[in-house]
């Protein structure tokens, strides 16, 4: 089954928020949190962000953990496994795309998400291979306690209720641990599979964005889904 979109667009109130984030920098919340923490704006439990890291089973012999800088060889193959599968759903990729090398030049600025707070960029895994990816993306503090949900799971995996527990676990720990107030999701209008996902789990849709993001080459329409996590 193929995903809510990966690709999280910048927050339409983004520089403001930038601007809040600087505040918070210059005057720290007196919490007892450190510098770069994932976890810097609320007082954390102790061992909270060892329990956050550690791999989630799942179903199937399938397991949900943080992508590690070994993984550039199974992520390119499963995106190659993938390749056609995936075309329809997601933004038009290069060749280098494909390649050990490539995936592997990503994976450090993706785990610098993880110890600056801004993301969880996890995968889907068996023992011998990445079947999937999960992720949180642009994490915001502050006053909208936000982040943007990313999935998409193998062709030879589809359909048998992974990705839904998948993302089952991801929402228990956006709201248990990283306590945010909101999840957002997108969907292309006829990703029927992804949006059944959504609603498994309690997102409600919210609006349709025209022309939202480019997949496929082309400028295509997105429904948007939110799950609300806390009001406190």
Do not use: C
């Not at 999840?183 to 309690?202: F, M």
Request: charged share 25%; glycine share 8%; net charge neutral.
């Amino acid at each position: 089954m193929t995903g809510a979109n990966e690709h999280q667009p910048q927050h339409p109130r983004a520089h403001e928020l930038e601007r809040e984030r600087e505040r918070e920098r210059e005057h720290p919340a007196s919490d007892g949190a450190t510098p770069r923490s994932p976890f810097v704006t609320w007082p954390r439990p102790p061992g909270i962000v060892e329990r956050v890291l550690q791999p989630i089973p799942l179903r199937a012999g399938v397991t949900l953990r943080l992508l590690r800088t070994d993984d550039a060889e199974r992520l390119a193959e499963a995106y190659s496994r993938n390749r056609r599968y995936l075309e329809p759903w997601e933004p038009t990729r290069s060749e280098a795309f494909f390649t050990k090398t490539w995936q592997a030049a990503q994976i450090p600025s993706l785990l610098e998400t993880v110890a600056a707070g801004t993301g969880l960029p996890l995968v889907l895994a068996t023992d011998t291979q990445i079947i999937g990816r999960v992720t949180l993306s642009g994490i915001t503090r502050g006053v909208l306690q936000s982040t943007g949900l990313g999935y998409w799971v193998d062709e030879a995996f589809a359909g048998h209720g992974i990705m839904s527990s998948a993302v089952a676990a991801v929402v228990r720990v956006a709201t248990d641990d990283l306590r945010l107030h909101r999840i957002q999701a997108e969907t292309l209008l006829h990703n029927h599979g992804s949006q059944k996902v959504l609603h498994h789990n309690g997102f409600e849709r919210i609006g349709m964005a025209p022309k939202y993001i480019k997949i496929d080459g082309r400028w295509q329409d997105h429904i948007l889904f939110q799950r609300i996590l806390h009001d406190d």
